[in-house]
């Protein structure tokens, strides 16, 4: 069955450090997401793509980027990890056309 | 620009009895609607969509949602709640402009037994 997944699940990082979270997608979409989740906020988009070679920036890219070299991946660097960032991670994929997205189980991130 | 407003934050409600958790939303286009549910430590899954057609759209598990144009509403409903619906509901609002889908803060729903 195609899938979306997310590594690693947890992560604990200190202040400074860079920091990728992967997502690898088999649905073939064209379309992949990452939100974070913090309380009182919902889910907030940090960037996004249509496609290889394609990046976005979303509401809250700032200190964050993606790259996109394949279909399958989206991983999500935090060049100089912050407290700020301490959250949970999600990345989602949609086909194109298709507003519909299926979302993988989360990265929960503490920076100290 | 897009946006969408959750009234409530958490609603409490006892099992077996209805229960109505409210989405408004803004767009000064034709949009699409969605219901997402996340269970404890899960990721999001898609419970409902309004896409065109029948405004009264209804998920597998007993929730339903009506679009309401003039109100600019999708409210999701449940006659009667069990303990697993204990989860928390994102209402979602997007349009045929782009494939990028803008989430509501969400509203926790608890199951009092």
Redo the contacts between chains.
């Keep these: 069955d195609a899938e979306i997944t997310q590594s690693p699940r947890h992560k604990i990082t200190e202040t400074g450090r860079q920091v990728t979270l992967a997502c690898h997608q088999t649905w073939n979409h064209n379309n992949m997401f990452w939100y974070r989740q913090d309380l009182g906020h919902g889910l907030r988009l940090i960037h996004y793509s249509y496609g290889v070679q394609d990046t976005n920036k979303g509401e809250v890219s700032d200190g964050y980027s993606v790259s996109r070299s394949n279909t399958e991946d989206l991983p999500l660097t935090l060049e100089s990890a912050a407290s700020s960032q301490t959250s949970v991670y999600f990345c989602a994929s949609s086909a194109a056309g298709n507003n519909e997205q299926f979302f993988g189980p989360g990265t929960r991130l503490t920076v100290l | 620009a897009q946006s969408v407003t959750q009234l409530d934050?958490q609603v409490p409600v006892f099992e077996e009895a209805p229960v109505e958790l409210r989405c408004n939303y803004s767009s000064s286009v034709s949009v699409?609607l969605?219901w997402?549910v996340q269970y404890p430590n899960?990721?999001?899954?898609?419970l409902l969509?309004y896409l065109s057609g029948s405004t009264l759209v209804e998920s597998i598990n007993g929730f339903e949602a009506e679009f309401n144009k003039s109100q600019t509403s999708f409210h999701l409903r449940k006659p009667s709640v069990h303990i697993s619906d204990t989860a928390e509901y994102?209402c979602a609002v997007?349009d045929d402009r782009d494939?990028?889908?803008i989430?509501?803060?969400?509203t926790r729903l608890h199951i009092l037994p």
């Design positions: 934050s699409y969605f997402y899960q990721g999001l899954q898609l969509k994102f997007s494939d990028k889908i989430f509501g803060k969400g």
